[in-house]
């Protein structure tokens, strides 16, 4: 059972952005929820996907369930600070390829009312830097990524992973492509991430605890 590790109150700079990234598993979407819990001031980045919207989820909340010609138009207007296709269980139970992207209209908003905090999948927090300097003249580039943290979330072992994704419905053959994926996302751009810390089973404050930390250490 996770412990209740959070006894005191956290301040949350403003006017930050945190990027929480890692392998499918990881719990970097249950972290965001729990540091957004902990912080209502702290404003989600809401992503776009073409991914099929699951029970449990709500759009525009989760995410921007969006179709793969309308996230294509998108990328077409240059509407996106980032976007890649990333494998995904469907519906269906089977991977698949979906586009996943943060669009420059939802950052800006975000920013001009306060700190956010979102998910990505590897490659895309990855180039981040590079999109906002992209995306944004220089001045207001080098402001917004002064003030950005990304933090690479990882578990006690590839076993939990692989649990955690037949829980969700794939199968072990789906599971070995996955892992092939990941590896090699990370081979390339895992060196690129400042900070990196354990989500370990069942300590879930644990983990959100130590991103706080990095963030009082670093603002």
Known sequence: MESNIINKKHTMPKGIIIILTGRTGTGKTEIRKKLHQNHPELKSLITSTTRKKRLSETDNIDYHFLTKNVFEQKIKNDEFVEFALYPSIGNDGKVALYYYGTTKNELAKILANGSLISTMEISGAAKFTQSI???????????????????????????????????????????????????????????QFSHTIINEEDKLSHAVLKIQNIINSTF
Do not use: M, P
């Open 133 to 191: 300097k992209k995306a944004f003249d220089k001045n207001t580039a080098t402001k917004i990524l002064s003030r950005t943290l990304v933090i690479l979330i990882e578990t006690e072992s590839i076993e939990i992973l692989k649990h955690r994704f037949l829980k969700r419905g794939g199968n072990e053959n789906e599971w070995q492509k996955r892992l092939l994926v990941d590896e090699a996302l990370l081979k390339q751009y895992g060196n």
